[in-house]
């Protein structure tokens, strides 16, 4: 809503208190949009007429944009109320265009004089409306007119006109309408689409091709959004598709060509239009004119030359059920005409693009009276050697369940000629990116590159006004053949090899093949390598006892620094693990209030801070060896510290990152709460990169049975389930000391025991084989050999740190290692989680500029979907977890985490179809594990997410609130 600034309103209260003498006290005023709202009240009620007749002449004397600021929008017209002081509702209201202050001032007078004789008060001037005034294309007029709908929602109007440039093919009178809408917030696109849509195209403006709707908010240059409306008139529309011979078309351009007096009714019987004429009024009983029926259908139909349709019968009768009174026959174009004889079906099947754009806009567009009042799905087609690409268009973007199934479903059934696949996308006129795509192969097909969306104009002729320059967008790389991308690699890697081979010869230690010397002797040969190998040993010696003694020194530095410090360390350490008693979190119990965030970032940043140096504290502390994870080994700590305070939490929270970002803990027990499950302990005990089988390490073996929950929410998706890709994240833990202590200490525990019956021989897969152990042992002693000959190799670790802290140094390295790159389920620093191993991210994913610093990566290029394949290591492992929380009576509730619109891409879509098939399964054939899908919950919710397929702390909340409230999860009551 748009006000006038404080000193400006008094300004004008002041001048209209002059110009009605009404005290200043009692004048309010409000500027909303384009309209000046006037408020006059009193201890009796101002006069109509008279205040309005100081107010008017006031106005036609004074600069009404003089008295307020320049920021503030034109004021296209004015309503004046009337109230007594103590009454809530005014008495009257007048409302007056300021285009037309001499007829309002007349018909105020004359309202006076009458009001004087006492007489009834009649208006003498006539008002014009506004909408009469934009019928004639005036800009300034057409800004009123809409000002009338968008003034109300606090969006002030300003429209500019600007020629189009065109082509010799087309008319040099096309113009463009742009309204420039202004408000202090951004209003939503589908709030002022179709209302402005379907009043632009009532005027019927035929020298306007279209408008363009640019939305910004006061203050700001660049425009929030942009939104293109069709202009072409109806009637031209309605001969588009007449054209093509749909009946609803030709029936409605019939009773334009006829007057107003004849109704038209039409149907088509193989190729013969049937048309009838008929009286509009059912109780007359005069029979339309043949001859003046005739004159104005014939012309016109064979002007249009329907496709299909060879020939039209006419018949003139009193009703629809009598007899004809006159029937006439004609011939049309298409009987003279092979092609147009054709039908669209036909011509659609055998490729041809403008049939099949028909036949897709008149699926999409049913209702033929919304199509003409707001210009209704425009569709666009792309054909890309086998894929066919269509882009659906209008003013409120079409959804993708109500579109792409129609569509796909309609390309399959007509098999298009030569078409293998299709895809499928949504947008809102006026963009040039789609909001969504969808895609289908009809035959498997090979694709070398990924497919990006093909470039599709934004508005129909001369799309340079709405689009960036070239140069702000990154060109898209074409599609590549086979042979091409081999030809490309053999040749770069040839002229790679001889630049290489040059770069070894011209150190002269090595030389050609051919020219080498061949009197050589094998004598000679074993002395030359024994003095060069005697050097390379000498040089390694002198090498590691120069770097042993450099290290020596740098870790005596390192030890007098951290002795320092030592003391202080402790201290924050326990000051910062000092809140924790029980359940009570108070790094998150503030966070949230009954109106949802209230405190943003700073003090959870905090917490954040207390509790990831405290589990960096107990993870040193822990008698449990690494498990070559320091998230693992510090979420570990933080739940055995959780385990001695108050014993096993009541929900246990389980996933990668998707998990750790995605469900908070405080958010989740607090909605429970209301919902009748109080003082429920959650913890969440996400690890970023969790597979399958990393989350059976952790409930099996890690834990120990008295330490499970009494309910497992495990969060995650489709990718922790692939068994086709190198699980590197488990590969590293399995080979960990604490990963050898606990499948021992696991095995030990489970002899003689119920678990040993349910798992069998599975445990034994864990160990390593006999092959592996040899090996490992042969490398420990390998390793002490070394370390005793060697100064530098015990300092190893000091040498690491020695070595990093002198590559930070360059500047090429430092700036590198500040981005590291998209990644995140191996950030190379690991953000700080709260004390309930939750990690809470304020940022909100925003594609616009996300894509500026991490590369779009498409499903065919994720390797997180690498060698696609669900039955292997993963499910093996997720089988022998649910025997084993099932013997624990533990249940297992799979989520199946929300993704934004971007990261769902046809092949990441077609995955998570066989995933949510092959999770169903599962879940029905166990009692124990309950499956929950919320894939598609927000996926034009970007401001829940912090990345494409991670949530931000925002989403965590609504999903924690949307699980509390799912009645299949079975939550544990105290």
């Known amino acids: 809503m748009n006000t006038v600034s404080l000193d400006r309103q008094k300004a004008l209260a002041q001048w209209v208190s002059q110009a009605t003498g009404i005290n200043s006290v009692g004048v309010k005023i409000r500027l909303r949009g384009n309209d000046l709202h006037i408020l006059c009240e009193a201890p009796i009620c101002p006069p109509r007429w008279k205040t309005l007749s100081d107010l008017l002449r006031a106005l036609q004397q004074t600069d009404l944009e003089a008295l307020k600021s320049n920021d503030q929008p034109a004021v296209y017209q004015v309503f004046v109320y009337g109230r007594h002081k103590e009454e809530q509702r005014p008495q009257w209201c007048h409302r007056v265009f300021l285009n037309q202050l001499d007829k309002h001032i007349e018909e105020v007078e004359r309202a006076l004089l009458n009001h004087k004789k006492n007489s009834p008060v009649s208006s003498g001037a006539i008002i014009i409306s506004n909408e009469s005034l934009a019928r004639k294309g005036d800009p300034a007029a057409i800004a009123r007119y809409l000002s009338e709908t968008l003034s109300t929602l606090g969006v002030a109007v300003k429209v500019k006109v600007k020629k189009q440039r065109t082509t010799e093919k087309e008319a040099a009178n096309k113009q463009r309408l742009w309204i420039f809408c202004q408000s202090h917030y951004t209003p939503d696109p589908s709030l002022i689409a179709e209302p402005v849509a379907q009043k632009l195209r009532n005027l019927n403006l035929s020298n306007y091709q279209d408008a363009v709707i640019a939305s910004g908010v006061v203050g700001e240059k660049n425009h929030d959004w942009l939104l293109r409306i069709d202009l072409t008139p109806p009637e031209v529309m309605l001969k588009e598709w007449a054209r093509w011979g749909d009946i609803e078309a030709i029936s409605r351009l019939a009773k334009i060509w006829l007057n107003k007096e004849i109704s038209v009714q039409a149907s088509v019987k193989e190729s013969t239009l049937h048309i009838f004429c008929t009286p509009r009024d ?196 074409p599609d590549l053949s086979i042979e091409e991308v081999q030809t490309f690699i053999g040749t770069q890697t040839q002229k790679w090899g001889t630049t290489f081979r040059k770069f070894l010869l011209s150190t002269q230690l090595f030389i050609e093949k051919d020219s080498a010397p061949q009197t050589s002797t094998d004598t000679q040969k074993v002395l030359l390598a024994g003095i060069w190998g005697a050097i390379g040993i000498l040089l390694s010696l002198q090498l590691d006892w120069a770097l042993g003694k450099a290290i020596a020194d740098y870790s005596q530095a390192q030890q007098s620094k951290v002795s320092a410090n030592r003391y202080e360390l402790v201290e924050e350490s326990a000051i910062a693990a000092n809140p924790i008693k029980g359940k009570t979190n108070s790094s998150n119990s503030d966070a949230f209030n009954h109106n949802g965030f209230t405190q943003a970032g700073k003090k959870i940043a905090e917490e954040q801070k207390k509790a990831n140096s405290t589990a960096i504290l107990l993870a040193a502390r822990s008698q449990i060896p690494t498990f070559n994870s320091r998230q693992l080994d510090e979420q570990l700590a933080l739940y055995k510290q959780r385990l001695a305070k108050s ?149 190893r670790e000091q040498f690491k740190g020695l070595l990093n802290q002198q590559l930070k140094k360059i500047p090429a390295i430092s700036n590198f290692s500040k981005h590291p790159g998209n990644y995140p389920e191996q950030d190379t620093k690991i953000p700080a989680v709260d004390f309930d191993g939750f990690l809470a991210l304020s940022v909100r994913f925003k594609p616009e500029t996300y894509y500026q610093n991490h590369p779009k990566v498409t499903g065919s290029y994720d390797r997180d979907y690498n060698n696609f394949r669900l039955m292997g290591e993963q499910d093996i492992a997720l089988q022998r977890m649910l025997k084993y929380t099932a013997l624990r009576k533990v249940p297992v509730v799979f989520i199946n985490m929300p993704l934004t619109t971007d990261y769902l891409d046809p092949i990441r879509s077609k995955y998570e179809e066989d995933f949510r098939q092959y999770i169903s399964n599962i879940s029905k054939v166990n009692n124990n594990f309950i499956f929950r899908d919320l894939t598609e919950l927000w996926p034009e919710k970007n401001d829940y997410f912090s990345d494409p397929s991670h949530l931000n702390r925002y989403g965590a909340y609504k999903v924690s609130k949307k699980l509390a409230v799912d009645p299949m999860i079975p939550w544990p009551r105290k």
């Open 282 to 477: 059912p109780s007359s009983s005069q029979i339309p004119d043949k001859d003046f029926c005739l004159e104005a259908i014939i012309p016109q139909l064979e002007i249009l030359a329907p496709q299909g349709i060879s020939a039209a019968t006419i018949y003139g009768q009193k009703t629809v059920k009598c007899e004809p009174t006159w029937i006439d026959w004609i011939s049309l174009p298409a009987a003279d005409h092979q092609a147009l004889n054709i039908s669209v079906l036909k011509l659609a099947k055998s490729g041809d693009e403008s049939a099949l754009l028909f036949l897709l806009e008149r699926l999409l567009n049913p209702d033929l009276d919304n199509r003409l009042a707001t210009g209704g799905i425009r569709v666009m087609l792309l054909r890309k050697e086998d894929l066919l690409h269509v882009m659906c268009d209008a003013p409120i973007c079409p959804t993708r369940k109500k579109i792409a199934n129609t569509v796909i479903e309609f390309i399959h059934k007509l098999q298009v000629q030569g078409v293998t696949g299709a895809r499928i996308y949504g947008r809102r006129a006026g963009n040039k990116k789609p909001f969504w795509q969808f895609g289908i192969d009809f035959q498997p097909r090979q694709s070398t590159v990924p497919e990006a969306p093909p470039e599709f104009a934004a508005t129909s002729s001369f799309v340079q006004d709405l689009l960036p320059s070239p140069d702000s967008e990154p060109i898209l790389r």
């Open 647 to 795: 014993g096993p939490p009541d929900v246990l929270i389980v996933g990668s990152s998707r998990a750790l970002r995605g469900v908070d803990p405080v958010a989740l027990s607090k909605a429970l709460a209301s919902e009748g499950y109080q003082d429920l302990d959650v913890f969440n005990f996400g690890i970023n990169g969790a597979t399958v089988q990393i989350i059976e390490l952790l409930v099996v073996h890690v834990l120990k049975a008295s330490e499970l929950p009494k309910i497992i929410i495990w969060a995650d998706g489709v990718r922790a389930f692939n068994s086709g890709r190198p699980d590197q994240t488990f590969e590293t833990i399995a080979a960990s000391e604490g990963y050898q202590q606990v499948i021992q200490a696991s095995e030990e525990n489970s002899k003689n025991s119920q678990t040993s019956q349910i798992l069998g021989q599975e445990l034994d897969q864990k160990n390593p084989s006999d092959n592996q152990n040899i090996y490992q042992a042969f490398n420990k002693r390998l390793n002490r050999s070394i370390a005793a000959l060697s100064a530098t190799y015990p300092q």
